[in-house]
């Protein structure tokens, strides 16, 4: 390519000055002398142009091609339907038309909603990344293949930086179905024992009007209600116990609609509990009674009411009531009236010296079966005739005294079962045999009659049972000698942990269950632990989002633990399923945003492509998978880039500069001839117009 340069040999102000005053006296001269001025003009116009020292460049150029991006959308809502059969069918005729079309590159570019956190479809991220390594020139436009929702689209066309038309062909049909739940208020914890409240609203496009909505807590039905379409909805949801609490909240299906899997929406509410409210009741003072108070009193969230039996009724040595205690013993307000505040009752050696009436230990069996839990922690006094075994508790404890008390020093045992037991399982210094921890020096034999022994004592004597009685937990302790680990006795014991993992049982801390499932979701990988006090468990039921249920078998692990890890095969809440029990793992966000809204709209993206000079419009037929491309046309000018059945690209015929050669005009031999020409013309035509003249100045 061949094109003029100029290198001025002066400043180039100095140079327009002189060629105006070159011009100036060339248009002085000819109005003044006439024609013969005009080779003195030519000499004034050689001489400026040799002062701007013009040169021939020849440029060789390599023409390069214009970058079409071509953005094809395959997230999950454009898989609903025909949508996939559609995108597909256009892609391959977006191809086909672009190979006919001289000068471009296509670059394809597939999105799907699996990348990166998997919230939403990113398509102009990756319209942005294709085109990044090209200069603004080279692009020719842009070409999306999509349902029309995309969840990164930006404000303007000054924001999403294409100097090209932007097309957008979009798939789905113009009567599509679809109803969907919007959560406008989601709590994420909650206070154990309270209501929270969770609104929403259910819109549709092509329903009736009404909806029918279910909510499960943990897979169990809870509530059931109907509601109208695009009103706001509140639904209170009791928090049941402490831990992830999940709720789901599902409206009924229409006929014929894109997809159920926005029919549903999934909370997870931690729940928390306010305060545990223990009460302690110790009978005759003992050195270990300071253990249990101490343990209780360190916990923050346990609020803790303390009685001690100071005086049997049966001794009387004439000390007045109101010096033996502050207060009087509220029994009624606390067995009766107030019971059911209560999340766990110890008895502490306690002998039934009549202090309580029987009417109250009928109390205490109903609380514990509605739900509570009770603590008996054993000395001498059981195995005697005030037991506690021989009031109506007996019903609901899991052992019952054989009426001896073995005085003798021995060290506790972690039984088989105590080895898969949350409580017991991993006590420090249970990992060798003997175990590394002190001696004990008493206990009470009992004959076991219901739940699980974890502790053995001389003998394989059971030493700490575990019962679930009903809603409810009971757990015996055949020995008042724990204290002895807390005060350091031969070295000690792990008091700490085994004292405050039955407590915290006891009040039915989620992560202390023996029989419990539970899923987390990492990434893509389901991790499954089953807890569980029997040998083989059965394998785990994974059911997907899509409803597909599949069997996966459990490895061993620690006792009492078995495990699996499972990949999810695409995003939404997995329900794990096993013996009863249920857990769930939410693979991507709990309502990902990809199948919030499915219905697919050309003019969500219209003003955007528009706006650059492109187009938006819908590409499917109302049905089936057929399709409807535009033509494809290479536009060198102008501003609209789009026609009723005809799509554009900007054409820019760039090119790479492999070589470039100069060759100056005016400077050497080539200049001074054309200077000295264009003088001696201006002379020879001055001199002959004299010579012309003087014959008649001599007539």
Do not use: C
Not at 134 to 143: F, K, L, Q, T, W
Not at 167 to 196: W, Y
Not at 599 to 621: F, H, M, N, W, Y
Request: no cysteine; proline share 7%; charged share 25%.
């Amino acid at each position: 390519m061949w094109s003029v340069s100029l290198a001025p040999l002066v400043p180039l102000p100095l140079l327009i000055g002189l060629s105006l005053l070159a011009a100036v006296a060339a248009g002085v001269a000819l109005v003044l002398a006439g024609r013969s001025a005009i080779l003195r003009a030519l000499a004034l116009v050689v001489l400026t142009i040799a002062l701007a020292d013009p040169s021939l460049v020849f440029e060789d150029r390599e023409p390069v091609k214009d970058v079409v991006s071509v953005v094809i959308d395959r997230s999950g809502s454009n898989r609903l339907a025909d949508r996939s059969a559609q995108t597909q069918a256009a892609q391959a005729e977006v191809e086909r038309q672009l190979r006919g079309v001289a000068g471009v590159e296509p670059r394809i570019v597939e999105v799907t909603d699996t990348q990166g956190s998997g919230d939403g479809t990113r398509l102009f991220e990756a319209l942005a990344a294709s085109i990044a390594d090209v200069p603004s020139e080279r692009v020719a436009g842009a070409i999306v293949i999509t349902d029309g929702l995309t969840h990164d689209a930006p404000a303007n066309a000054e924001a999403l930086g294409l100097r090209a038309p932007l097309h957008v062909l979009t798939t789905g049909r113009n009567a599509e179905i679809d109803r969907r739940i919007v959560l406008l208020d989601s709590p994420r914890f909650g206070i154990v024992g309270k209501d929270q409240v969770i609104r929403l609203r259910v819109l549709d496009k092509g329903g009736p009007g009404r909806a029918g909505l279910t909510i499960r807590r943990d897979g169990e039905v809870i509530a059931r209600r109907e509601v109208t379409v695009g009103e706001t909805v509140q639904v209170p949801v009791r928090i049941d116990r402490g831990g992830p609490n999940v709720v789901e909240i599902e409206a009924s299906p229409l006929e014929n609609e894109l997809t159920l899997a926005n029919n549903r929406a999934v909370i997870t509410i931690d729940g928390v509990r306010d305060k545990l409210r223990v009460l302690l009741v110790s009978g005759e003072p003992h050195p270990g009674e300071r253990t249990w108070r101490n343990l209780l009193k360190a916990d923050a969230n346990v609020d803790l009411v303390h009685f001690t039996i100071l005086r049997p009724p049966e001794k009387q040595d004439g000390t007045p009531i109101n010096e033996l205690s502050l207060i009087a013993f509220p029994t009624r307000e606390l067995f009766q009236v107030k019971i059911k505040e209560f999340d766990l009752i110890i008895f502490d050696r306690y002998a039934n010296q009549s202090i309580l009436p029987l009417l109250y230990f009928d109390n205490i069996v109903r609380y514990v079966r509605d739900g509570g839990a009770l603590l008996v922690a054993a000395g001498p006094e059981y195995a005697g005739a005030q037991s506690l075994a021989r009031t109506p508790l007996g019903q609901i404890l899991p052992a019952l005294p054989d009426g001896s008390v073995i005085d003798e020093a021995y060290r506790a045992q972690v039984s088989d079962p105590g080895r898969r037991h949350p409580v017991t399982r991993d006590l420090p210094g249970s990992e060798v045999q003997p175990p590394q921890w002190g001696e004990w020096l008493r206990m009470v034999g009992a004959r076991a009659r219901s739940g699980s022994t974890v502790m053995t004592g001389p003998g394989d004597r059971p030493l700490l049972m575990l019962a679930r009685e009903q809603k409810g937990r009971v757990a015996l302790f055949l020995s008042d000698h724990a204290w002895l680990w807390a005060r350091g006795f031969r070295d000690g014991g792990p008091y700490l942990d085994l004292l405050r993992r039955l407590s915290h049982w006891l009040m039915k801390e989620p992560e202390l269950e023996e029989e419990a499932l539970r899923a987390t979701a990492r990434g893509r990988t389901i991790e499954i632990e089953r807890q569980t006090l029997g040998d083989n468990p059965a394998p785990v039921i994974v059911t997907g989002p899509d409803g597909n249920p599949r069997s996966v078998p459990l490895e061993p692990g620690r006792p009492g633990l078995f495990s699996a890890r499972v990949q999810a095969g695409e995003f939404g809440l997995h329900r794990i399923s096993a013996d009863n029990l249920t857990a769930f793992a939410s693979v991507g966000p709990e309502n990902p945003r990809e199948l919030m809204e499915v219905v697919s709209d050309p003019t969500k993206l219209q003003a955007l492509a528009e706006a650059t000079g492109g187009s938006s419009r819908r590409i499917g037929q109302d049905s089936g998978s057929a399709i409807s491309v535009p033509r494809i046309v290479p536009v060198r000018s102008g501003s609209s880039f789009a026609g009723s059945d005809w799509i554009g690209l900007r054409i820019s015929d760039s090119g790479i500069v492999r070589g470039v050669s100069i060759s100056p005009l005016f400077i050497g031999l080539i200049g001074l001839a054309l200077l000295f020409g264009a003088l001696v013309a201006g002379w020879l035509g001055e001199t002959g117009r004299s010579f012309r003249r003087k014959p008649d100045a001599a007539a």
